[in-house]
T-cell receptor, first 116, second 115 residues
Framework: AQTVTQSQPEMSVQEAETVTLSCTYDTSENNYYLFWYKQPPSRQMILVIRQEAYKQQNATENRFSVNFQKAAKSFSLKISDSQLGDTAMYFCAFMKPTGTASKLTFGTGTRLQVTL | NAGVMQNPRHLVRRRGQEARLRCSPMKGHSHVYWYRQLPEEGLKFMVYLQKENIIDESGMPKERFSAEFPKEGPSILRIQQVVRGDSAAYFC?????????????FGQGTRLTVV
């Protein structure tokens, strides 16, 4: 079974600064996908960024980028130029493609507070 | 194109009552997933359904919980004889078979409170 570990329960960053959230996972699979989801106080789960394991290039979406280290099974999220609206819970998630399924395994989350 | 719709957003039940949570997937999506989020925890997979079929219920408690996704209408997560430990946010997600990597789109969740 896959496991996802987020070792930072809470993080704080000043507006306009950069912050990195850590995520490690354990799997014996070679082909899989990794995701970062944002959950603001509204509780809506919002996909921030995704990474296919077979791609060596790190994914980037505007101010969000990942550092994917497959051998180390590490998948960290970097948020540049942090904004107040980035305040939220951030969840790392793993998906093993199985047939047509999109079943996700989540970490316990990191609560990010962006301050003035 | 409406997103994943869950209702109700908030549900209060007394111990021993039944809770019925509804999820309408995105248009064109035939796969539905239910997750449970206990306070201060991440989402835990419960069940995966396709139309009229339960594909994977490995995360579903063995008793009191059931799920369905009929040919017509929303997916229903049903919790019988609720207990305080069932208090949680329940999220539904849907996906299709066409998009790689079959991204799952989430609803806003139903917060169940058992009093």
């Amino acid at each position: 079974a896959q496991t996802v570990t987020q070792s930072q329960p809470e993080m704080s960053v000043q507006e306009a600064e950069t912050v990195t959230l850590s995520c490690t996972y354990d799997t014996s699979e070679n082909n899989y996908y990794l995701f970062w989801y944002k959950q603001p106080p509204s509780r809506q789960m919002i996909l921030v960024i995704r990474q296919e394991a077979y791609k060596q290039q790190n994914a980037t979406e505007n101010r969000f980028s990942v550092n994917f280290q497959k051998a180390a099974k590490s998948f960290s999220l970097k948020i540049s130029d942090s904004q107040l609206g980035d305040t939220a819970m951030y969840f790392c998630a793993f998906m093993k493609p199985t047939g047509t399924a999109s079943k996700l395994t989540f970490g316990t989350g990191t609560r990010l507070q962006v301050t003035l | 194109n409406a997103g994943v719709m869950q209702n109700p957003r908030h549900l209060v039940r007394r111990r021993g009552q039944e809770a019925r949570l509804r999820c309408s997937p995105m248009k064109g999506h035939s796969h539905v997933y239910w997750y449970r989020q206990l306070p201060e925890e991440g989402l835990k997979f419960m069940v995966y359904l396709q139309k009229e079929n339960i594909i994977d219920e490995s995360g579903m408690p063995k008793e009191r919980f059931s799920a369905e996704f009929p040919k017509e209408g929303p997916s229903i997560l049903r919790i019988q004889q609720v207990v305080r430990g069932d208090s949680a946010a329940y999220f539904c997600a849907s996906s299709d078979t066409l998009t790689a990597p079959r991204e799952a789109f989430f609803g806003q969740g139903t917060r169940l409170t058992v009093v």
